[in-house]
């Protein structure tokens, strides 16, 4: 089975500045993909961004990027010129490319609690 | 695009009673939908995963008596708690994908708070 790790419960940053959200999976799989989604107040999940594990370039959304290491099994967020609008729960999510029973669900982490400071 | 709805947004009922919560795929058809619950500070918990047409598949712990799932169209999935008791209170979410190998997308959630 696999297992995602988010080991900061939370996180600050100041305004303007630059964070990284830190998540680590265990799989035996080859190919899989991994995503960041935001949970802010209104506890809506959004999708923040999406890496298909075959593909070596890191995936880009605007001010978010990602830091995909496989061989390390390592999926960082990086969130650049934070607003306070980032304020939210963040959790990353395995999912295998598998299409049948469990494999179709989503894996998540415990989340990590970002706080905006202005 | 990828638009998922949730109804009620909130709810409250007395214990005993039954309630339904619909998730719809607006904008897109759901070959599945999923339903969550997620605890206050907590991660979402899968609670069971809905195909249309046929039988949606519990994960191991929730009893499908108890939490009635249909998915009886590609945009339609209802979560029915049925005879709720307080401890069913809680957060519900639902997600739903056009294919199986696609992303998630999320509704906005259902606040049940059982009396």
């Known amino acids: 089975a696999q297992t995602v790790t988010q080991s900061q419960p939370e996180m600050s940053v100041q305004e303007a500045e630059t964070v990284t959200l830190s998540c680590t999976y265990d799989?035996?799989?080859?190919?899989?993909?991994l995503f960041w989604y935001k949970q802010p107040p209104s506890r809506q999940m959004i999708l923040v961004i999406r890496q298909e594990a075959y593909k070596q370039q890191n995936a880009t959304e605007n001010r978010f990027s990602v830091n995909f290491q496989k061989a390390a099994k390592s999926f960082s967020l990086k969130i650049s010129d934070s607003q306070l609008g980032d304020a939210a729960m963040y959790f990353c999510a395995y999912r295998s490319v598998y299409n049948s029973g469990s494999a179709r669900q989503l894996t998540f982490g415990s989340g990590t609690q970002l706080t905006v400071l202005p | 695009g990828a638009v998922v709805s949730q109804h009620p947004s909130w709810v409250i009922c007395k214990s005993g009673t039954s309630v339904k919560i619909e998730c719809r795929s607006l904008d897109f058809q759901a070959t599945t939908m999923f339903w969550y619950r997620q605890f206050p500070k907590q991660s979402l918990m899968l609670m069971a995963t809905s195909n249309e047409g046929s039988k949606a598949t519990y994960e191991q712990g929730v009893e499908k008596d108890k939490f009635l799932i249909n998915h009886a169209s590609l945009t339609l999935s209802t979560l029915t708690v049925t005879s709720a008791h307080p401890e069913d209170s809680s957060f519900y979410i639902c997600?739903?994908?056009?294919?199986?190998?696609?992303?998630?997308?999320f509704g906005p959630g259902t606040r049940l708070l059982v009396l």
């Open positions: 799989t035996s799989e080859s190919d899989y993909y």
């Open positions: 997600s739903a994908s056009w294919s199986p190998t696609e992303t998630q997308y």
